[in-house]
Every structure is written in structure tokens, then in C-alpha cells.
């Protein structure tokens, strides 16, 4: 059964749909690949999904020990290359202002971050760069 169902609308942009929820996505090409840059692009979902699948499996981890992630925030820079254009970097940095106290609990999740499945999904090609600011 597929996932996501997706529609071409015009002027480089799409549309997907998740299946089991209802929720739609835009995603429109960048001003420097043709398109307007009014919604996420394509490699921007990369980036975003790469950071948002860390930040899953760490609230993962820390639900199981009855600890709660709340408070994190994190901020991600894609770097494209060019010839052939495809994603060079991503940079993800993580912010937390009250961490938890347990220390091994904390790198416990900064290791769960770095093995989650999108992480482990993209080249070697795309440098993964996670700064972790707590």
C-alpha cells in the first residue's frame, strides 16, 4: 500500500499527500534552480527530514528512560553542490537551553541521533555535520 501520493500541479511545484493522515506538502524548486522558492524544495524536505528523524529517535530514547525532550530547538543549513547539483552538506545544529542532567542519558541520545534511519540512508557523499549545543 503506498505512503504518500503526490501530484505535479505546474511551474515546478508539487504536492503530496501522506495517505494514513491527510497532511499535504508543497514543495516548489529554489530561485536558483528555476523556480520561485516559495515553499520547501525537494532537498530542503532532505535536510529537514535528516534533523527531524534525529530529534524522533532521541525523544525515543528519552521517553524510555521517562524523560521528555521539551525545549530543544534546532536550526538547519543544506549546502548544494554543483555538477552534478545534489546536497554537499547538511549542518544541523541543536540548541538546548535546560538539557538533562544525566550525562550518559545525554550522550545516549546524541548517539541515537547520529544512527538514526535517514542518517544511515544518505551517501557517504553528504557530509553530516550535527553540532550539539548542549
Not at 491527510?22 to 530561485?31: F, L, N, R, S
Not at 534525529?54 to 530514547?61: C, D
Request: glycine share 4%.
Amino acid at each position: 500500500m503506498p505512503t504518500i501520493k503526490s501530484t505535479y500541479l505546474e511551474n515546478l511545484r508539487t504536492t503530496s499527500e501522506h495517505l494514513q493522515s491527510g497532511t499535504k506538502i508543497i514543495t516548489d524548486a529554489p530561485v536558483d534552480n528555476n523556480g520561485k522558492g516559495e515553499a520547501f524544495s525537494p532537498t530542503d524536505l532532505v535536510a529537514s527530514a535528516l534533523a527531524s528523524c534525529m530529534v524522533t529517535i532521541m525523544g525515543i530514547v528519552a521517553q524510555r528512560k521517562g524523560e521528555d525532550l521539551k525545549g530543544l530547538n534546532w536550526e538547519v543549513t543544506k549546502v548544494m553542490d554543483s555538477n552534478p547539483r545534489k546536497i554537499k552538506e547538511i549542518i544541523i545544529d541543536f540548541s538546548w537551553e535546560q538539557p538533562l542532567e544525566d550525562h550518559k542519558l545525554v550522550q545516549q541520545l546524541k548517539n541515537a541521533a547520529k544512527t538514526c534511519p535517514v542518517a544511515l540512508s544518505l551517501s557517504q557523499d553528504v557530509v553530516q555535520t550535527v553540532n550539539f549545543n548542549f
